[in-house]
C-alpha cells in the first residue's frame, strides 16, 4: 500500500523521501507544474523588505536576485520551508512567519510596530499567478505600501501516472496527500479525467489546511482529515492518525 502525494516537484521528492523513511512506500503525482514569469521591476521606490508566501516564488527570483538588490534586504517567509529556501538562496535576513498567509500579514505588522520595520517603506510581494487571498490589498488597508510582482504560476497537469492509475486500480492507494487548494482541485480533475475519481475520493485524504479540505468535501471525499498547524510535520500526524483509523 501506498501514500500518494500530489505536491509539486521538487518538493514532492523531499516529501517522499520522508515518508520513505517512515517506513511508508509513496507515489508521486504532481498536481501543479512549476513555470518561472519574467521579473521586470518597474518600482520608484526602493524596497524595505520583500514578502514571500512559497518557496516556488524564491526558485524563480534565485537567477536574478543578487542583481535586482533583493538580497541585502529582511525578507518575510511564510514557514520555515519558505524561509529555507530563502537562506540557501542567499537571503540573510529571514523572518519567519506561522505558516500561512494571515500569520505572514500579521508578523509584518508586529514588525512595523516593533520598530523593526519602517510602515511607510515600499514593500515587494514576490507571488504566484494564482493567489488564494490578496495579502497586498490586505496590508495596503493597515497603511504600508506593497508592490505585487507574478514571478511564477503553477500550471494544472492534465493526467495521473500510469503507475497512480494502476494503484487506484487496484486499490493500491492508502492515502493521499494534500499542499493546496489549487493542487488539490487539479488532482481532482485529472483523476476524474482517467476515471479513477470514486477510487480516489473513497480514502482518507489528508489536507495542510481547512481550505484545502474544503475542496475534498465539494468533491464527494467522506474521509478528509486537517493538520492541526500548516506544516508538514503535522500533516504526517494526521496521515497517521488517519492509517490508524482504517486499521481500527
Do not use: W
Not at 117 to 125: D, W
Amino acid at each position: 500500500m501506498s501514500i500518494l502525494v500530489t505536491r509539486p516537484h521538487p518538493d514532492n521528492e523531499a516529501t517522499a523521501e520522508s515518508l520513505r523513511a517512515r517506513g511508508h512506500a509513496v507515489l508521486l503525482a504532481p498536481a501543479l507544474k512549476f513555470e518561472p514569469v519574467a521579473f521586470h521591476d518597474k518600482a520608484e521606490a526602493p524596497y524595505g523588505a520583500i514578502l514571500v508566501t512559497s518557496a516556488n516564488a524564491i526558485r524563480a527570483v534565485a537567477p536574478q536576485s543578487r542583481d535586482l538588490g533583493l538580497l541585502k534586504l529582511p525578507l518575510f517567509a511564510v514557514g520555515e520551508h519558505t524561509a529555507a529556501a530563502a537562506r540557501d538562496a542567499g537571503f540573510v535576513r529571514v523572518i519567519v512567519a506561522g505558516g500561512d498567509a494571515a500569520s505572514l500579514r500579521d508578523t509584518v505588522m508586529q514588525s512595523a510596530r516593533d520598530k523593526v520595520l519602517k510602515k511607510k517603506s515600499t514593500l515587494l510581494y514576490l507571488a504566484g499567478a494564482d493567489l488564494s487571498r490578496d495579502l497586498g490589498g490586505e496590508l495596503d488597508a493597515e497603511g504600508f505600501s506593497v508592490v505585487t510582482q507574478t514571478t511564477y504560476r503553477m500550471a494544472p497537469v492534465k493526467h495521473l501516472p500510469r503507475e497512480v492509475c494502476e494503484g487506484f486500480a487496484a486499490h493500491g492507494v492508502e492515502a493521499v496527500l494534500h499542499y493546496s487548494r489549487r493542487s488539490a482541485r487539479a488532482f481532482l480533475d485529472a483523476a476524474r479525467d482517467e476515471g479513477v475519481e470514486i477510487s480516489a475520493l473513497a480514502i482518507p485524504q489528508c489536507c495542510l489546511s481547512e481550505a484545502v479540505a474544503s475542496a475534498l468535501r465539494d468533491a464527494g471525499a467522506s474521509q478528509v482529515l486537517v493538520a492541526a498547524t500548516p506544516d508538514e510535520n503535522a500533516l504526517f500526524a494526521t496521515l497517521e492518525r488517519a492509517l490508524r483509523t482504517r486499521l481500527a
